[in-house]
């Protein structure tokens, strides 16, 4: 589903004459088969975000490929890829980005509005999501009236919404304790095997880790470790 190929990153610092050249990235490949849960793991300054970004479609790699099913997103313009983004990835963050001064259903139900769905559609489609998320009877909270593992339900409703077959996730339980990261994991869990969502997370956890099909270790830009879980 997703094939990363030889992608390297080298960021340029500095002034002209003076420059000095950080290789993010070494020769990264990856094959990820849809449904998999696959968790990146490595200590910080690894390169895990920048891989995130790259397969998002936020970077540019210096050189290599990223192949979503049979299309190559590496050609893609910042518009073209903004498209594609939109139906095809979503995302999840470890500060879950709600809106503050929406309720947790207006930020569930704002994609659908930027999509253009009807007004009966999107509340179709949001009470089942927020339903989906256990968290249905707290539809007219605000973010600030929510605990940090419900409004990483709100932001994970407010991505299944637009039913992207891949999610991508930086930190997703960094925030929580570790009781609230449990519920969490088994949500995504539940979304992976229910709907077949393909998750990709960027952690520093073993928790985290644990709930993954696969697990990938950078070490200094490269991989240094893939394991296949059964
Ligand atoms: N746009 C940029 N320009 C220059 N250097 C960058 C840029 N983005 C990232 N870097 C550098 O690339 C390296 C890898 O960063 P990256 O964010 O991918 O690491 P990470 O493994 O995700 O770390 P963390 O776990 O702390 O988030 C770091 O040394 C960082 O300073």
New binding site residues.
């Given amino acids: 589903m997703i094939e990363i190929n030889n992608i390297h990153q080298t960021?340029i610092?500095g002034k002209k004459q003076n420059e000095t050249h950080?290789h993010?990235l070494n020769d990264v490949s990856l094959s990820i088969k849809e449904g998999e849960i696959v968790a990146i793991t490595?200590?910080?300054?690894?390169?895990?975000?920048?891989?995130l970004n790259i397969i998002g479609g936020f970077m540019k790699p210096t050189s290599g490929t990223v192949h979503i099913g049979n299309t190559n997103v590496t050609t893609f313009s910042e518009g073209e890829f903004a498209d594609y983004r939109l139906q095809n990835i979503g995302f999840i963050f470890q500060n879950f980005q709600l809106i503050p001064s929406m309720t947790a259903f207006e930020n569930i139900e704002l994609p659908l509005v930027l999509k253009g769905l009807n007004e009966k559609e999107r509340k179709h489609i949001t009470e089942q999501t927020l339903q989906k998320v256990g968290l249905l009877d707290y539809k007219s909270h605000y973010p600030s009236e929510l605990s940090g593992g419900q409004q990483q339900r709100i932001s994970i409703a407010r991505t299944l919404v637009m039913e992207p077959p891949i999610i991508l996730a930086d930190e997703p339980t960094g925030s929580l304790d570790s009781e609230t990261e449990a519920d969490i994991l088994y949500l995504i869990k539940e979304l992976n095997q229910e709907l077949g969502i393909t998750f990709l997370i960027?952690t520093?956890d073993e928790e985290v880790a644990r709930v993954a099909t696969k697990q990938i270790h950078?070490h200094d830009g490269r991989i240094v470790k893939e394991e296949t879980i059964q």
Wanted: charged letters at 10%; hydrophobic letters at 40%; glycine letters at 18%.
């Fill in positions: 960021f610092l950080l993010v490595g200590k910080s300054g690894s390169g895990k975000s920048t891989l960027i520093h950078i």
